[in-house]
């Protein structure tokens, strides 16, 4: 697969070892502290990469990053092949950005918004944008406080597509669309990259989102990278295995990436590669736990699965701090 | 072609498409020589990922069954239905073996294991004969 077609670019964007420490939260209420911590990933031109983890890993702060829009403290970016500092402006003409609340003014029309940003893009095409008007059902004499929160999403994205950008950033563009806004979208995104000569990069908490489109996975967990590379051998890479209540030993609980124990049984996030370790290691010793089948239940694990059995949340919880009660229906997470 | 792709099989959708190209060589709806879709353009219409495609032709290129020509495309291998028609013979020869081992050892007489493969193909509404 030695394709040339992204027009001699062979990364849409390289990021090597960039990290950004925060003294304490926005909030600041705890005076919590928030790193990035030397996250590395690649993405191939002609490609889809979905950005996942729970909110507060790192995901936006990632994303402002490449765009300079907070000053990273370590590590390097490069974007189309150009570094996104020293080259910033030629690096932003080539980039298109969508965020997850419109960045226009309210009171502009959709009209006078792409009048607003035509001057800053030397390839800004204003037949590409009036056409993606039209198939966005956009009413040009519409203010942009008129909009859903779909249809500013749209605007975002015409202006995104009407300068002839390589990358697409695109961050929670899907929060808060219904199931057919989100198919619209993924569909032109798959539309966008299939010349091999554009990429995308964007995050999401929606992982249907990502089951069928994302070519590549870059999973932030608590600050750092979890996991970079293909969906698919992201997917391949765990088992999801089901046991009795209480049926899982010490060696079996420092084997499981996630664990989850509840009133009836338990679920284990196990590597791909551990799995025969995980059945050996039953409390009453290997011989048992592997003649018997049915002892422990296995299935590959979707995208939920993962996240909720390995997502570290950085805040400790409030309150409750997670008691098993009887009823089935309140979980505790375990971290392995 | 007809490649269609579920979304809650829980099987890998790589492996879906590698099974639907498997059996349209097999029946013949896919010749010898014949192009497939290209990588990008088969994504684009399943709406699925590029990487996943790219995986389903490679592992079939490994099985023999398909053949990528740089610059030109992935096509058909001219033996790729015998070679899958032998690989399937040989797993029925295999198959076959393991349930006169299971057999012997359960003490099912010979006459009683025709009769069971008799009953199991009467239950598969697509075997004939």
Known sequence: MNDNSGGGIQYALRVNDVGKHYPSDKGGSQGRTFSLDGVTFDLPMGYIMGLIGPNGAGKSTLIRLLLNMVKRDQGSIKILGMDNLLQEEAVKTQLGVVFDTSYFINLWTVDRCGKAMAPLYPNWSQTVFLDYLQRFGLDPAKKVKELSRGMQMKLMLAVALSHDARLLVLDEPTSGLDVLARDELMNLLADYIADGRHSVLFSTHITTDLERSADFITYINDGSLYYTGPRDEFEDAFVLLHGAPGDVSQAQRSLALGLREFSTGFDALVAVEHVGAFLAAGQDGPTTALADPDRYSQERPGFDDILRLTARRSKAPQGNTGVVTAAADYDTEVEA | ?129
Not at chain 2, 2 to 31: F, H, N, T, W
């Open chain 2, 1 to 129: 072609m007809k490649l269609i792709i579920s979304s809650i099989s829980g099987q890998p959708i790589y492996q879906q498409i590698e099974q639907q190209i498997r059996d349209a060589v097999l029946s013949g709806e896919l010749v010898a020589g014949q192009a497939l879709p290209s990588l990008r353009s088969l994504a684009k219409e399943l709406r699925i990922s590029v990487l996943t495609v790219t995986r389903a032709y490679n592992e079939l290129a490994q099985e023999g069954l398909l053949e990528n020509i740089q610059g030109k495309g992935t096509f058909v291998m001219s033996q790729g239905s015998e070679r899958m028609h032998e690989q399937l013979l040989e797993q029925v020869r295999t198959n076959l073996d393991r349930a006169v081992n299971a057999a012997m050892q359960a003490d099912v007489g010979m006459d009683a294991l025709h009769d069971m493969l008799d009953q199991a193909a009467g239950a598969n509404p697509t075997a004939t004969g």
